[in-house]
């Protein structure tokens, strides 16, 4: 079966630190690899998505995620942290369009001013 | 933009009671999905569907229904509601381009 480590629940950085958070999945092809955000009492917003095309993938607000098959490791990083990024984050994977989505159990990410 | 919207941001329901939960899309996706999430187990699949009156178990159906008359719609039921069904539902949809999208989620608390 399919799962996905999220390693470290809980991350804090400084403002304009270097925020990257750490996500290892476990599948035996290439599969459809995901980050979300979810801000306090929200649902969960897209943060970005990997489908095979380019290995390194840039979503919204300055986040992006490398793919890196060898690791089977998806990333998320982001060059300078801002106050807004606190949020929640998970990583995400589904190994055919048929297949369900399995989430990662979230990292929280704090950002100290 | 792709607009998923639930009936309730905060529910208060008393032990015992039938509890409906409403998710509504305005993609024309295919599929939908309730979640569950609770502090530490992250979510949860409840139920999903891929086409209208289609239904199949996610991992934890147990004390919930769903039915979805109507591709737009999706509902959750609780039929008999407890107290360890206290928790943030999530209800998505997705089309062709496989991500998910989520609505605000219902806070539900049940006494």
């Known amino acids: 079966a399919q799962s996905v480590t999220q390693l470290g629940s809980h991350v804090s950085v400084s403002e304009g630190a270097l925020v990257l958070l750490r996500c290892n999945y476990s599948?035996?092809?290439?599969?459809?690899l995901f980050w979300y955000v979810q801000y306090p009492n929200q649902g969960l917003q897209l943060l970005l998505k990997?489908?095979?095309?380019?290995?390194l993938v840039k979503g919204i607000n300055g986040f992006e995620a490398e793919f890196k098959k060898s690791e089977t490791s998806f990333h998320l990083t982001k060059p300078s942290a801002h106050m807004s990024d606190a949020a929640e984050y998970f990583c995400?994977?589904?190994?055919?369009?048929?297949?369900?989505?399995?989430f990662g159990p979230g990292t929280s990410l704090s950002v100290i001013p | 933009d792709v607009k998923v919207t639930q009936s309730s941001r905060y529910l208060v329901k008393r032990t015992g009671e039938k509890v409906f939960l409403e998710c509504v899309q305005d993609?024309?996706?295919?599929?939908m999905f309730w979640y569950r999430q609770d502090p530490g187990l992250g979510l949860r699949l409840i139920y999903f569907?891929?086409?209208?009156?289609?239904?199949e178990k996610g991992d934890i159906p147990e004390g919930y229904s769903v039915s979805r008359e109507k591709k737009e719609r999706f509902s959750l039921i609780l039929e008999s509601a407890s107290t360890n069904q206290t928790s943030m539902y999530l209800c998505?949809?997705?089309?062709?381009?496989?991500?998910?999208?989520f609505g605000p989620g219902t806070r539900l608390t049940v006494t």
């Open positions: 569907s891929y086409d209208v009156k289609m239904k």
């Open positions: 998505a949809s997705s089309g062709r381009t496989y991500e998910q999208y």
């Open positions: 599948s035996s092809v290439p599969p459809y």
């Open positions: 990997y489908t095979s095309a380019a290995t």
């Open positions: 993609m024309d996706h295919e599929n």
């Open positions: 995400a994977v589904q190994k055919t369009s048929y297949d369900k989505v399995i």
